[in-house]
């Protein structure tokens, strides 16, 4: 499917945030696995569901982000021709604009289910994700004294 310009719908869809559904974390897991599966030899770690959808109670996006890492990037177009054969989608470096990243993303019918954060391992951005089982409490590293809203998360796509 193609939007207009050219890009994939999935591409230029709209965000939306769902209230928070108990399924995410099954499917977090879910795709986690099969990730460590596809990049086993690249990984120097277990993948993670992170972020808004990892968090119980929170509503989110209904993307599920997965965090993963590799010892460098020089992987980078294996691990690309990896994830095509799995159904993901390579965002070039150049577009994506976050250099300590390589970012992939799984559309289905149209629409982005999951992206992919592959870092490098010791990469200090790792702790700008919100990890799988962060309690989301006052003594969490993004806790706010605010409503949580779309508008106060500290999460970018």
């Given at each position: 499917m193609t939007a207009s310009g050219g890009?994939?719908?999935w591409a230029t869809e709209?965000?939306?945030?769902?209230?928070?559904?108990?399924?995410?974390?099954?499917?977090?897991?879910?795709?986690?696995?099969r990730l460590d599966?596809?990049?086993?030899?690249?990984?120097?770690?277990?993948s993670e569901h992170?972020?808004?959808?990892?968090?119980?109670?929170?509503?989110?996006?209904?993307?599920?982000?997965i965090q993963a890492s590799v010892t460098d990037f020089?992987?980078?177009v294996d691990v690309a021709d990896a994830l095509r054969a799995d159904g993901w989608h390579a965002v070039p470096a150049e577009l994506d604009q976050r250099p300590w990243r390589r970012f992939y993303v799984l559309p289905e019918g149209g629409r982005r289910t999951a992206h992919l954060h592959l870092l490098i391992n010791g990469s200090t951005r790792r702790h700008e994700q919100l990890p799988s089982g962060t309690p989301y409490e006052p003594t969490?590293?993004?806790a706010m004294s605010t409503p949580v809203s779309s508008e106060t998360l500290p999460l970018r796509i």
């Open positions: 890009w994939p719908s709209p965000v939306e945030i769902l209230d928070h559904d108990p399924n995410w974390r099954q499917l977090g897991e879910h795709i986690s696995t599966g596809v990049l086993a030899r690249w990984l120097t770690q277990p992170v972020r808004s959808t990892a968090i119980p109670e929170l509503a989110a996006k209904p993307i599920i982000d020089r992987c980078a969490a590293p993004y």
